[in-house]
């Protein structure tokens, strides 16, 4: 199994659960799914996976 983060010299990256790419951990890449204990939740899916999702099929 692969991990879901990997730390690189950028930074933190998370895989997304869909496309399973990495991608920087932050607005650009992910969508914020709220704040739990002070700390922020991420969606699973990257922005693209998530917007295509979200919008359904074509
Ligand atoms: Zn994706």
């Not at 990495?22 to 922005?47: A, E, M």
Request: glycine share 8%; aromatic share 18%.
């Amino acid at each position: 199994m692969s991990k879901i983060y990997i730390n690189t010299e950028l930074g933190t990256e998370k895989r997304c659960t869909r496309c399973g790419d990495y991608y920087p951990l932050d607005t650009d890449f992910f969508y914020k799914n709220g704040v739990w204990r002070g700390k922020i939740q991420w969606t699973s899916h990257c922005k693209a996976c998530f917007t295509e999702t979200y919008r359904g099929d074509k």
